[in-house]
């Protein structure tokens, strides 16, 4: 399950684009934005948030 980003609750801060192993996240319009086809659903970005904007179905995750 690729996260998906609550774009009222992110500020654009960038942590999550910094810690993305795959470097999936970028920063467009002072949003943060998910390159689902480079996401490898490590799940690491949730927790760098600090506005909890990013949201992921850990059920799906662990099923990995
Ligand atoms: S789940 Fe992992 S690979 Fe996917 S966007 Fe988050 S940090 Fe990047
Ligand atoms: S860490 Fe959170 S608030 Fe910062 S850019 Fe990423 S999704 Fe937005």
Do not use: H, Q, V, W
Not at 14 to 40: D, L, M, V, Y
């Amino acid at each position: 399950m690729i996260p998906t980003i609550d774009m009222d609750r992110c500020t654009g801060c960038g942590n999550c684009t910094e810690i993305c192993p795959p470097g999936a996240i970028s920063i467009k319009e002072e949003k943060a934005f998910i390159e689902s086809e480079f996401c490898e659903e490590c799940g690491f970005c949730a927790p760098s948030c600090p506005c909890e904007a990013i949201k992921i179905d850990f059920p799906t995750l662990y099923k990995k």
